[in-house]
């Protein structure tokens, strides 16, 4: 008996019905060619039956050693197991810092004061759906100021103010950010401009806004 | 001999029953999610620190603290690229200070993750943990579908050498590399963001999971911001390389994915394997941020998870395996 628990390919509706217990009624079925051997036994010599069982989950051109926790039916290249991989390393190594090229040209980082949209947002569309970001540092802290509107309602404009200890990049995390939703619906905010702490900003409606990022309110 | 028989007879009956009777009644009974694992915010590429941080995940792993097999994001933030083509690409990390990274240190300090979680697994050489390099579809570059294919190309060669390097350097048993995107429907349109599936499907040797979300869809309208259920599906699993760990921040976004699976399954005769949700629970705590609405705990995500694909009318019914906590603190709270 060969059990094949393949999901390479899309089947039909009744096999889609029986597919999850497709492995419960063949190993109910195992039970009972197990049982039924066992009761054999009880039989005179000669009637014994003989059971091979693999349980290997195979999958086209996949063998059980490219199989690994998130394998994709159809895809099993993805696992990317190494055809000859090195000899596992000891165990008691300490660290030693990876060579990396030094990168070469005009920096890319986004300047502080700077109006950007790829400042990425600490925060998912869900919950704030950016349309960009500005950032600077005052005081020992940045300053990540976002404009847009909230996840689940575009016609309230929002600015969300992240601060956290300026720190560079060692990724303390220690930050918190607040949001100012503005005071009617007038569609998501984009930042136009800053001139010092102060952000001028405009809506979807075409309202417009000035923001202090210091006292963090709106003028 | 007829007694033998017949009480052999009688046992045999009986564990039919149970195999008919009461394996299934366990298969379909209140689902357990799995432990959790976590998933990162990148602030830096501080080779020390990722090593640091795999060290005591590897050893938490040990101890049981965490599960042997692990599937844990490094998100990267948003993609771009310095020059044309794919060779000088990396990403706007979280720092708050828009800090742009290479690739090539991103993945030294992944490395240095993996060669941190071998050594700190110690004697514990069946821990395995599977470490996605995440990026996103956020900014207006990647909005750009020729920018985004060549991020998606740079992504997968990165990933690609990082398997090479992991294999080469011994550790490969334990540790494997993945791609990722938090693929959002309002960050950008379809045709870009397919598009850096694309890249990355045209030198792929190692999957990559999508963790981003299926904003709008059914059954509660149109998917946001131009995209259909099509234009979700390949991104998270209809291009070669593409697996759902999806966003699962509250129970309306499960239900987009459940509804998403059948589309799968009735249109594109395709049955998603769903890796498990992802939660940011513990991102909106290291933020003080409330994320209401958003702030499903990983048992919620993944139970939520579970129902939206295991309805009565579902058509793709599955366990997810696991489910994994996006965090912003490197260093702190490890072993929660």
Known sequence: VILNFSRGRPDTGSQRRSRVRAPVATAAFCVALLGGAWLGGALPQGNSSRITVNAARTNGAATPSTLCADEKPGYPQGCDIPADPAPPAAKDQSFSAIPVPATTGPSPDIPAGTVSSELPPPFSSSDYLTVNGWWNQANGLDYDVFAGSLGGDASQGVVVVCKEPALGTTGSGDGSCAAFPTSRPTGALQIEGASAWTLTLQATSGATYSFDVATESYA | ?336
């Open chain 2, 1 to 336: 001999l007829a007694r033998v028989f017949a009480r052999r007879l009688l046992i045999a009956t009986l564990l039919t029953l149970v195999a008919f009777v009461a394996v299934p009644a366990a298969a379909y009974g209140d689902p357990t999610p799995p432990p959790e694992s976590f998933s990162f915010y990148m602030s830096t590429v501080n080779q020390s620190d990722l090593y640091n941080l795999g060290l005591t995940f590897g050893e938490d792993v040990a101890s049981g603290t965490y599960p042997q097999l692990t599937l844990v994001v490094l998100d990267w933030g948003s993609p771009y690229c310095t020059g044309s083509g794919s060779g000088s690409c990396g990403t706007y990390i979280f720092t708050s200070s828009g800090t742009y990274e290479g690739t090539a240190s991103e993945r030294a300090a992944a490395e240095q993750f993996g060669e941190g979680f071998w050594v700190g697994t110690g004697g514990d050489t069946s821990a395995h943990t599977y470490l996605a390099m995440g990026t996103n579809n956020y900014g207006s570059w990647v909005g750009n579908s020729t920018n985004a294919y060549n991020h998606g190309q740079a992504w997968s060669n990165m990933v690609n050498d990082g398997n090479t390097w992991l294999s080469s350097n011994g550790y490969s048993s334990q540790v494997s590399m993945r791609g990722g995107t938090d693929s959002e429907l309002d960050w950008n349109g379809p045709t870009p963001t397919n598009d850096w599936a694309k890249g990355y499907e045209s030198t792929w040797r190692a999957y990559f999971w999508d963790y981003g979300d299926a904003a709008g869809c059914p059954p509660f309208g149109g998917c946001d911001n131009g995209w259909n259920q099509r234009d979700v599906w390949l991104q998270s699993y209809g291009y070669a390389p593409a697996e759902p760990l999806p966003e699962i921040y509250n129970e309306g976004q499960a239900e987009e994915w459940g509804n998403l699976a059948n589309y799968a399954y009735e249109v594109q005769s395709s049955l998603m394997s769903f890796l498990g949700p992802m939660s940011q629970h513990q991102a909106c705590a290291d933020l003080s941020s409330p994320c209401t609405g958003e702030d499903n705990t990983p048992d919620e995500s993944w139970t939520d998870l579970y129902n939206a694909l295991n309805c009565s009318t579902c058509d793709d019914a599955q366990t997810p395996p696991h489910v994994t906590n996006i965090r912003w603190k490197l260093s702190e709270n490890m072993g929660a």
